[in-house]
Nanobody
Framework: QVQLVESGGGLVQPGGSLRLSCAASGSIFNVYAMGWYRQAPGKQRELVAGIIIGGSTKYADSVKGRFTISRDNAKNTVYLQMNSLKPEDTAVYYC?????????WGQGTQVTVSS
């Protein structure tokens, strides 16, 4: 059974940093891309950052220059380094693996940016 477990969320002041981790376990085959999404209250889930299996990355305009997605294949882990955080970054962040047989999601981790 495939599991994605996020960690690293929390409360941070504006301008601060957090690093989210997404550890994958189980048999996951033919992964096309991995990504981080977020959903704020009353809003739709949106793509924050993605990395395709070849290594190319994509970012939402709102996080370009502040967030960095990376992966450690040996640890089956995807990271999201978030710097210069803003109150509008407050949301539940979800890890996603997009595979040949469908999408896998983590349970989400709360990120709150507030003074």
């Amino acid at each position: 059974q495939v599991q994605l477990v996020e960690s690293g969320g929390g409360l941070v002041q504006p301008g601060g940093s957090l690093r989210l981790s997404c550890a994958a376990s189980g048999s996951i085959f033919n992964v096309y891309a991995m990504g981080w999404y977020r959903q704020a209250p009353g809003k739709q889930r949106e793509l924050v950052a993605g990395i395709i299996i070849g290594g190319s990355t994509k970012y939402a305009d709102s996080v370009k220059g502040r967030f960095t997605i990376s992966r450690d294949n040996a640890k089956n882990t995807v990271y999201l380094q978030m710097n210069s955080l803003k109150p509008e970054d407050t949301a539940v962040y979800y890890c996603n693996y997009h595979t040949e047989v469908g999408d896998y999601w983590g349970q989400g981790t709360q990120v709150t940016v507030s003074s």
